[in-house]
DNA sequence: AGGGATGTTTGAAATGTTTCATACGGCGTG
DNA sequence: CACGCCGTATGAAACATTTCAAACATCCCT
């Protein structure tokens, strides 16, 4: 503090009067100095107020102390709650997480990855725009390791955390199938996000190994996964005549469902007896929604923290193998499908 | 990319033939290297793949290209609609913007504002557990700038941007009011949260001006801002005998309300002909609400730009003043508390 | 007394940039 | 032809750490 510059290691020597190379012992090897020295140089580094220069300490020990995490949609609580899960596994490595937000946008995403690789984070964690995008395997050609977190990376190149989408799917519909509807819409879109693509193909496989006739399964696009569009859906779905309107909805998210939900019940829909829902992720607003939607549960926090891991164990192992586990979805059966004398 | 190391400037130099400055002007002063050297310059580069060290530019440059947000509670997408704003700030700062959570945790905040230190960064945002802490005061003599976000630093030690808590109590209770409500509850808790004890205290503020009873004014303590809190408010409200049970509820942010909202529904209270509803932020969820629910409205994004404009003010104008701008609350009426035909 | 062995401290080199004073090379002018 | 000027390019120093071989001190053992 004394002359308005912050305090190096060099002041901390010269105070405590030994030499630069034992104050870095002290933070970095505490066991090989002596304690009376120690104690001499701890009390230094408290009266001069000195804090480490991160950015040195990197240049030269080559190695930084950060995670990152380039999420797909920060208007999405599943994100952040995967977001969450990785904090904690970082957290336990000791390691800082730097959270990006692509918005779902490529060019974000690819300004962010830049100055992830500029900053020689220790790993990068992802939720792609698109998992087969050339940068993302030169990234991981670097050395960097690079997991893709809620989607399977294609040819084996990255580790990958996600949910069976197609399982997903399938058990969603086949809920519904259960409950006795027969004219079900999946509401989800656009197709290039590939949970949807997945979402919906497992929901058309189960459609047609039930026998049920393929025309039957009304398929509404979107243009987002938000509420908004939910809503949207739900004024298309009120348009078809009441005769041929299909009695349950399968959405893509939550949030397309919620928006669905609120939608319908606005116009006078009865929830689930005109109308059942079934949305994808679990978040927490789907419990607490006014009927508490039916949902296929991600293990949200889980996914995030074994997304960490493997990250990790590739930073560190020399002899790491690339893994794509997937988890298996959950229905969570609520009010949204099933009439309340039979809830839970 | 020769030998597994990742090239660097000098690489580049010699490969293009030209001196470690020339490269390092190409970077960062392109307007006084000629043409054709730019040019050889950046085809090396992209030969070799060269990624600039950002450790190696801060050290030397002494200065970071990052803010960070420490944010109280990542469960509630409040914080996230701030740091959203921030982050366009950022964005047109050509800034990184490191987001961090504290989780209500004072502990974790400061593990936090530690690594921050270290790392150098440009400022620090952050919605403190505790805007009194000595910690921030030091960060700030350090020189780093430090702008508090929804609260009100004390002592005009800091920048803040905040919103009028006092008053955003007042205007939701006043429109419960006016609505013809007599028995009001006031929902919210714990009071170690700044936020919580004004907005309460708005609520008293305009209840007594009213000449309204105090004892028709009851105050349900929650043991935090959640929907799960927000539930159990509402089992504790359901308790009270009907004549005597309040009418609305005045909630201190709207997870709180939705909770409540959803237990009240579930226990067949139709809202908000029996009980009106209000909650605190207007967070998208808000509105998405299948009752949808009336809510004071903070200009979340707003408040995050806001917030970022005076810490790059204040990092880069030596002239800079502290300024606590107060932003004006506005209460968004929906059905959750006025009978559907009145509604909009 | 000599010789390890052990435990602690030292000092210099190295990390990848940016900066800045200096050198260089033409070119027009006097 | 010498001079000064201007636009470019150069190379060394500086930034704050970590690392590591070497020096030093102490003690024990023979």
Redesign the interface.
């Known amino acids: 503090m004394v002359n308005?510059r912050?305090p190096s290691v060099k002041d901390v020597a010269r105070s405590a009067g030994v030499s630069l190379g034992t104050v870095s012992n002290v933070m970095n090897r505490p066991e090989v100095v002596s304690p009376t020295t120690r104690e001499r140089v701890e009390r230094a580094m408290a009266e001069l107020?000195f804090?480490?220069?991160?950015?040195?300490r990197?240049?030269r020990a080559g190695t930084?102390r950060t995670l990152a995490y380039v999420m797909l949609d920060?208007?999405n609580?599943f994100f952040?709650d995967v977001?969450?899960g990785i904090?904690l596994a970082a957290e336990d490595a000791d390691l800082?997480l730097?959270?990006?937000?692509s918005n779902g946008r490529a060019e974000r995403e690819e300004v962010h990855l830049?100055?992830l690789?500029?900053?020689?984070v220790q790993g990068i964690l992802i939720t792609p725009v698109n998992p087969d995008a050339p940068h993302l395997a030169e990234i991981s050609r670097?050395?960097i390791p690079v997991v893709i977190v809620d989607r399977v990376g294609a040819g084996g190149l990255f580790c990958s955390v996600a949910v069976d989408d197609v399982l997903g799917g399938r058990i969603a519909v086949e809920h519904l199938a259960e409950q006795g509807h027969t004219r079900v819409a999946v509401v989800g879109g656009p197709e290039s996000i590939g949970q949807v693509r997945e979402r919906v193909e497992g929901a058309r496989q189960i459609w047609s190994e039930l026998g049920l006739p393929p025309e039957d399964l009304t398929y509404l696009p979107t243009a987002g996964l938000t509420?908004a569009e939910g809503r949207s859906a739900g004024e298309r779905l009120a348009g078809i005549p009441a005769r041929r309107r299909p009695t349950a909805a399968f959405c893509a998210n939550d949030l397309l469902a919620?928006?669905l939900?609120?939608q319908s019940?606005g116009a006078g829909l009865r929830v689930p007896e005109e109308l059942a829902i079934v949305g994808f992720d679990d978040i927490?607003?789907a419990a607490?929604?006014?009927?508490?939607l039916t949902s296929v549960r991600q293990p949200r926090q889980e996914l995030g923290r074994a997304a960490a891991q493997l990250v990790l164990d590739e930073a560190t192992n020399p002899e790491h193998v690339h893994q794509q586990p997937l988890f298996v979805p959950e229905l969570v059966a609520r009010a949204s499908t099933v009439v309340r004398s039979r809830a839970y």
């Open positions: 308005g912050t107020g804090v480490r220069n991160e950015s040195a990197q240049l930084s920060g208007s609580p952040h977001a969450q904090e800082s730097f959270i990006c937000n830049d100055r690789m500029q900053q020689r670097r050395g509420v919620l928006g939900l609120q019940i927490e607003f607490a929604a006014a009927v508490p």
